[in-house]
């Protein structure tokens, strides 16, 4: 177990509709990350919060969307979903000391049928 | 922006030594890491170099070469469960902590 919590693990939908992800990141971590990895693909960063406050953005689509909450957990909002957004999504926290290690969850697996 | 090039496959015998390459062009480099990722899995971190030289951890090694901008990951005495993916990572400067994944070295150990 990393200590980042994400849910649901597994989520199968229909186009069209709308999904959150959720994260609770390891305690005493103020950062959190969003990843994509579609089938045999690489991890593609979205985005990362820094206590609350929106701090690198990536390759984040105009209809997906994220925010971190005060008790410093992530959700990821993806609406409007499309048959390519099936995909596992990575959330990871870290600190911000030394390496900032990222230490990843168990990741989030979205079936869009 | 960044660029991150890895071999997509390779193949190696159980005992053996295999070494994974990693080049990158990036606008400001602050660190590079290494992660390993089972199918279906989490990326589990592996190593972090950002000083030019060889970190060496138990049976794997990582080497890095700022000014060629190249790193190479070093496994030692493989065993069947080093099958796995294997993801370098770059970070860049600018105050952000985000890494940029390369497409990740899928290695096959075979007995």
């Known amino acids: 177990d990393s200590g980042v919590t994400q849910t649901p693990k597994h989520l199968i939908t229909a186009t069209g509709q709308r999904v959150t992800l959720r994260c609770s990141p390891r305690?005493?971590?103020?950062?959190v990350y969003w990843y994509q990895q579609s089938l045999d693909q690489g991890l593609q960063f979205l985005i990362q919060?820094?206590?609350?406050?929106?701090?690198a953005k990536g390759n984040i689509l105009e209809r997906f969307s994220a925010q971190q909450f005060p008790d410093l957990h992530s959700e990821l909002n993806l609406s409007s979903l499309e048959l390519g957004d099936s995909a596992l999504y990575f959330c990871?926290?870290?600190?911000?000391?030394?390496?900032?290690?990222?230490?990843f969850g168990a990741g989030s697996r979205l079936t869009v049928l | 922006g960044q660029n991150i090039d890895q071999p997509t496959e390779m193949t190696a015998t159980e005992g053996a030594i295999v070494q994974i390459n990693c080049t990158y062009q990036?606008?400001?480099?602050?660190?590079l890491f290494w992660y390993q990722q089972h199918a279906g899995e989490a990326p589990t971190f592996l190593s972090y170099?950002?000083?030019?030289g060889l970190e060496e951890k138990g049976r794997f090694s990582s080497f890095l070469s700022r000014s060629k901008g190249y790193s190479y990951l070093l496994l030692k005495e493989l065993q069947m469960k080093d099958s796995a993916s294997y993801l370098c990572a770059v970070r860049e400067n600018g105050g952000a902590n985000n890494l940029f994944f390369g497409t990740g070295t899928r290695l096959t150990v075979i007995p």
């Open positions: 305690s005493g971590d103020l950062s």
């Open positions: 990036t606008s400001g480099f602050n660190g």
């Open positions: 919060y820094y206590n609350g406050e929106e701090r």
């Open positions: 990871a926290s870290s600190g911000h000391s030394g390496a900032n290690v990222l230490t």
């Open positions: 170099n950002v000083l030019d």
